[in-house]
């Protein structure tokens, strides 16, 4: 008998990029993954601007597709192109966070990338940048050659494969304001298209509500999170978040009361969640200034409310989670209400044991 043919190795590596007019941001990410990776594809889809010879300057190959107004395939076109054993799929506003340092664990895991057979979906932490915080995802970014994607926006890896977390770090800026002005109303097309041929997708909806959500469009966002409950056959990970940014949204159009009523039918759902705890207790503060007679009743819920932010601590493996609400934002908040109720000893010791940041 002879013997077993020996492991392939290595396995070629590829971080795959769609762009356009990313000139500002394109290098940052290249220069952070290059020295990690075998090869870099980046597929240009209309700039204008220096995005092309940006990257090819990064050491990137650099083919062109007119924007076919579909994320699926624009990515899949990526994909052919690209033909690697593991694809690390990025966009130009992202970067290796540790990326300047050849022994973190970041350069690690994309290293090991070469001696590991392709047989699962990898997923990276992003941690999305905001103006006034950040919040954590999990995503399945890095993925097998053959796997490929489907949906017009907020495209899906479609696969059967086992899915396993890499100590991968990702930030990503494209939520701060001066970049949401470029891309304002880009989004909220594709998703009406998209829902206009899957109207009963749950994930369409919550993915329209927070388009809106981030463009202060409370009450479409409201509208849409509203529909998504309504075509849920399951609830799934990303519920909490959900949960949370409708009572932020509620606070903000003053229907409080009604606030109250989803809190209570989402708590024992959403206990672990010190997001939607943030949440209720910002939606009742808000509430107890609008009625001050209201007050004396509203001000023990609201003090449990971030108690229990506290007790949770921080949870970044929660889908949407905003850094500091199970630490320093929450005992920020807690300690002006226990100054506010003659309890000044006590916010002075929560402020020492949570500074901010």
Same mark, same amino acid.
């Given at each position: 008998m002879s013997a077993p043919a020996p492991a392939r190795a290595p396995w070629r590596t590829c971080v795959v990029v769609i762009a356009k007019n990313e000139a500002a941001h394109i290098q940052r990410l290249l220069n952070s993954v290059r020295p990690?990776?075998?090869?870099?594809?980046?597929?240009?889809?209309?700039?204008?601007?220096?995005?092309?010879?940006?990257?090819?300057?990064a050491g990137a190959r650099v083919a062109h597709l007119p924007w076919p107004d579909d994320f699926s395939v624009a990515r899949n076109a990526a994909l052919d192109l690209a033909a690697a054993d593991w694809h690390i799929v990025l966009d130009a506003d992202e970067w290796l966070i540790d990326g300047d340092d050849p022994s973190g664990p970041g350069a690690e895991a994309l290293q090991a990338l070469r001696q590991t057979p392709p047989d699962f979906v990898g997923t990276i932490a992003l941690e999305d940048q905001f103006d006034d915080g950040v919040a954590h995802a999990r995503l399945s970014r890095i993925l097998p050659g053959p796997v490929r994607y489907a949906g017009r926006i907020h495209e899906q890896a479609m696969h059967a494969?086992?899915?396993?977390?890499?100590?991968?770090?990702?930030?990503?800026? *494209?939520?701060?304001?001066? &970049?949401?002005?470029?891309?304002?109303?880009? @989004?909220?097309r594709l998703l009406q298209a998209a829902l206009q041929d899957r109207p009963n997708d749950a994930y369409l909806w919550y993915q329209l509500g927070k388009d809106a959500f981030v463009y202060d469009d409370f009450a479409m966002a409201e509208e849409a999170f509203a529909t998504c409950a309504t075509?849920?056959?399951?609830?799934?990970?990303?519920?909490?978040?959900l949960v949370a940014r409708r009572l932020f949204g509620l606070k903000r159009l003053g229907r409080h009361a009604d606030g109250v009523v989803l809190a209570d039918t989402q708590m024992a759902i959403c206990e672990e969640s010190p997001d939607v705890f943030f949440a209720l207790g910002d939606l009742l503060l808000d509430w107890a200034a609008e009625e001050p007679t209201q007050a004396d009743v509203l001000l023990p819920m609201i003090e449990q409310a971030w108690r229990r932010c506290l007790e949770l601590g921080e949870r970044p493996d929660?889908? *949407?989670?905003?850094?500091? &609400?199970?630490?320093?934002?929450?005992?920020? @908040?807690?300690?002006?209400?226990?100054?506010?109720?003659?309890?000044?000893?006590?916010a002075r010791a929560l402020r020492q044991q949570f500074p901010q940041g």
């Open positions: 990690f990776v075998d090869d870099m594809l980046v597929l240009d889809t209309g700039s204008t601007d220096a995005t092309s010879v940006l990257a090819a300057q494969l086992p899915v396993k977390p890499l100590a991968l770090r990702i930030g990503h800026d *494209g939520y701060r304001s001066e &970049r949401l002005t470029d891309k304002q109303g880009r @989004n909220q075509h849920l056959t399951s609830l799934p990970a990303w519920w909490p978040d929660q889908p *949407g989670a905003v850094a500091g &609400r199970g630490s320093h934002l929450a005992a920020f @908040n807690l300690a002006l209400v226990l100054d506010g109720t003659g309890r000044a000893d006590e």
